[in-house]
């Protein structure tokens, strides 16, 4: 059986054709900078493809609706699109990828695989807002987080490392790119996770601000600026971008300027706070997980991130291990260090993939 896994982003479209019984990748490839019309991108990508069993599509938010994969109709389209003002830079370009397969390949079975489905197992006192219970139950106002199928992936990958069973495993997962989350899995299920309603919440990414006081928006409207002008400000003007004007971290590393420098000590400052919030919570912690275009390739990051933390809880960092680890799985801690350092190249479309079939079986 040939799967064809589809992941219609923001700022990149990324596709990889597997053959399930192997788990072969037959074919991938990636789009980084969608210069012309998304649209027609997606058309070459599926027109190439020879005889495909089914399309999985990666959708960013499923809302309540959504708690595993789910085979894809008219209703679900529908769903999708109105979820789309919780995540405007993601559902749009995902059900753009959903109907261009459906155009073009109108008898193959589609899936969506949520990245939210797998913070469904938080507990209420993670998911739930110091807010009004009514703003819950009338309008689904909760942390939802995000990432899912990466954290997912991380945690199987990583409980075979270490040689527990899922239910045995008590990780943290650092998914850092230019969208970033950390999430603390307890006993095989996500425990808390960064992003919240939207994917805005939590850590400083690459263009959007993460944490802040949200009585910032009350002044910024009170000021004048609009809600459409606020919403483009903390999406797409703010994180690394907004603090020294540019979103690449390879960039912002090559640079020596004062603006460059404190963006990086405030993005590894956000993550050191929530690892530091994640080891009270978690109380016993098997490993941290680092993944992503960032945590994978950048040992200067890992390092700011980690700097600091063996006299309070342990953590050592082996320096060399951390030097040479270029986008493969290893570990990168000291012998000594009370939790494990991994370094973990995600696979979400593999875990889509995972998390297709099964329904499909």
Known sequence: MKALILNSGSSSIKYKIFDMDSEEVLQKGIIEELKGNRHKELEKIINAMEKIDFIAHRVVHGGHSFKQATIIDDDVIKEIEELSHLAPLHNPANLDGILTAKALAPDTLQVAVFDTAFHEDMPPSAYMYAIPQEMYTKYNIRRYGFHGTSHNYLLKECAK??????????????????????????????????????????????TRSGDFDPAIILYLLKEGLSPKEIDDLLNHNSGLKGICGSSDVREILSRD???????????????????????AILGRVDAIV??????????EVRELILN??????????DEEKNRVTQAQTALISEKKSRIALYVIPTDEELEIAHQAFALLR
């Open 161 to 206: 490392l270490l040689d527990k069973t899922l239910k045995e495993t008590n990780i943290i997962t650092l998914h850092l790119g230019n969208g970033a989350s950390a999430t603390a899995i307890k006993n095989g299920k996500s425990y808390d996770t960064s992003m919240g309603f939207t994917p805005l919440e939590g850590l400083v990414m690459g």
């Open 308 to 317: 600091g933390l063996d006299d309070a809880f342990g953590i050592f960092l």
């Open 257 to 279: 300027d004062d603006d460059a420098k404190l963006a990086l000590e405030i993005m590894s400052r956000r993550v050191k706070k929530y690892i530091g919030a994640y080891i």
């Open 290 to 299: 680092f993944s992503g275009g960032i945590g994978e390739n950048s040992s």
